[in-house]
């Protein structure tokens, strides 16, 4: 158990990847405070864990607000008493044609995509530095370095959050702090089954027709959708002891659909 001892905030852990991330974390020897805006869901992923023999606390709070990052970066704190790793997951999309995009898209899609992690970081970052150590793990996607034309705003945050990835881990490094950024392809998760609902009613289409052409649009090398837990264990290591010279990466997590070098 290779994380024994550690602490972890792992944001937008209520369900898919963010959920993956937290168990394999837990099952890993960390302690972990669960995060998502959704009491059940989080209260469920906490009683799997602590149930087999885990250690996981609740904290709810919306991350698409500043209040909502702070109360929980705050009670993480409070909880655990220090966190070695911070886990940037709160994220989602909703599937708009781009003549349909409003101020208030772009803005939602920054404030939970983008700022939501500048927030955990800004606030939980300085006490890693002043420690000497820590791994903060920002999940963007593959949509930020090739933007899907039906989730712009999504995608230019995701992008933002890549640069941004950088960014910190140029600065932290020098302190022993490593920051990095994983770019999930498609996987198969409840958003994915949702947004793919959304393009269907907005098109008359069936949702397999929708699968199907974004497949063929965005053919996947691996020939399969990807598995949460195949995102959660990339996370795992790069916080881990083994990833100690990783920093500043951004590791695409795709079955091979991404076309950049």
Not at 133 to 138: H, P
Not at 156 to 182: E, H, Q, T, W
Request: aromatic share 4%; hydrophobic share 45%; with cysteine.
């Amino acid at each position: 158990m290779t994380l024994s001892g550690s602490t972890a905030l792992v944001t937008g852990a209520g369900r898919g990847i963010g959920r993956a991330v937290a168990m394999v974390l837990a099952a890993d020897g960390a302690q972990v405070a669960v995060c998502a805006r959704t009491a059940s869901e989080v209260h469920d992923v906490c009683r799997h864990i602590n149930e087999a023999g885990g250690c996981a606390t609740p904290i709810v709070a919306d991350m698409a607000t500043l209040e909502g990052a702070m109360s929980a970066a705050d009670a993480a704190e409070k909880e655990l008493g220090h966190l070695d790793i911070v886990v940037n997951n709160a994220g989602g999309s909703s599937p708009k044609p781009i003549p349909e995009l409003t101020d208030t898209d772009w803005q939602d899609a920054l404030d939970l995509n983008f700022l939501s992690a500048v927030r955990t970081t800004s606030r939980l970052g300085p006490a890693m530095q002043a420690r000497g150590r820590g791994s903060i793990v920002n999940m963007a996607s593959l949509s930020g370095r090739e933007p899907g034309k039906f989730v712009g705003p999504y995608s230019a945050a995701k992008a933002a959050l890549i640069n941004y990835s950088k960014l910190m881990s140029d600065f932290y490094a020098p302190s022993g702090v490593r920051v990095n950024c994983v770019l999930p392809g498609i996987i198969e998760t409840s958003s994915t089954s949702r947004n793919a609902l959304k393009s269907a009613q907005a098109t008359g289409r069936s949702t397999a027709e929708i699968m199907e052409t974004m497949l063929r649009k965005n053919p996947i090398p691996a020939g399969r959708l990807g598995r949460p837990e195949e995102v959660a264990a990339v996370v795992r290591l790069l916080v881990s002891p083994d990833a100690a010279f990783v920093t500043g990466a951004a590791i695409a997590v795709d079955g091979g659909a991404h076309h950049f070098a």
